[in-house]
């Protein structure tokens, strides 16, 4: 910026670039253009209706999750001994898949992968993710420190060892 601020009016505005000279504005008529202020617009205020609205009890109890028990009794039994990987002789397993779903529960979302009541490789990494954090061996076993951890608290199941 090394102009002097007294020979900004000496230049020549492009915006009329081409106009015969007769058709640009003068530098008064410049001046005058930009000292005319813009209408004031007073405020308005609009009152609105008073409506008289009854009281209404609001509920504040938290809707407790939708039970997850597929037996249709209140809860499902869940065996240890059902967890076994890559079981060849029964592709599906209450206990697994409820293992799967609470694992998902718990957001280790890789066992919802396999979520179809096999205990298949997705189903290990969650386990073994959940072990790490948990502070156990992370060998994506299910023994019986692991599933008592897995389904602590889960109101779904009866976590039998």
Same mark, same amino acid.
């Given at each position: 910026? &090394?102009?002097?601020?007294?020979?900004?009016?000496?230049?020549?505005?492009?915006?009329?670039?081409?106009?015969?000279?007769?058709?640009?504005?003068?530098?008064?008529?410049?001046?005058?253009?930009?000292?005319?202020? %813009?209408?004031?617009?007073?405020?308005?205020?609009?009152?609105?209706?008073?409506?008289?609205?009854?009281? *209404? %009890?609001?509920?504040?109890?938290?809707? &407790? %999750?939708?039970?997850?028990? *597929?037996?249709?009794?209140?809860?499902?039994?869940?065996?240890?001994?059902?967890?076994?990987?890559?079981?060849?002789?029964?592709?599906? &397993?209450?206990?697994?898949?409820?293992?799967?779903?609470?694992?998902?529960?718990?957001?280790?979302?890789?066992?919802?992968?396999?979520?179809?009541?096999?205990?298949?490789?997705?189903?290990?990494? %969650?386990?073994?993710?959940?072990?790490?954090?948990?502070?156990?061996?992370?060998?994506?076993?299910?023994?019986?420190?692991?599933?008592?951890?897995?389904?602590?608290?889960?109101?779904?199941?009866?976590?039998?060892?």
């Amino acid at each position: 910026m &090394s102009e002097d601020i007294t020979n900004i009016d000496q230049h020549e505005d492009d915006s009329y670039a081409g106009q015969p000279e007769e058709a640009q504005p003068t530098h008064e008529e410049i001046v005058i253009e930009a000292e005319v202020e %813009a209408p004031v617009v007073e405020d308005v205020i609009v009152e609105a209706p008073v409506v008289d609205i009854p009281a *209404v %009890a609001i509920e504040t109890s938290v809707p &407790s %999750a939708p039970k997850a028990a *597929v037996s249709g009794a209140d809860t499902d039994e869940v065996y240890l001994a059902n967890c076994v990987y890559k079981n060849p002789a029964a592709r599906k &397993s209450l206990t697994v898949h409820h293992l799967q779903r609470r694992l998902v529960e718990l957001g280790y979302n890789e066992a919802m992968t396999d979520k179809d009541g096999w205990l298949g490789d997705e189903t290990k990494t %969650a386990i073994e993710k959940f072990q790490k954090l948990e502070g156990l061996e992370p060998n994506g076993t299910v023994d019986e420190a692991t599933f008592l951890a897995i389904f602590k608290g889960d109101r779904n199941v009866v976590p039998i060892v």
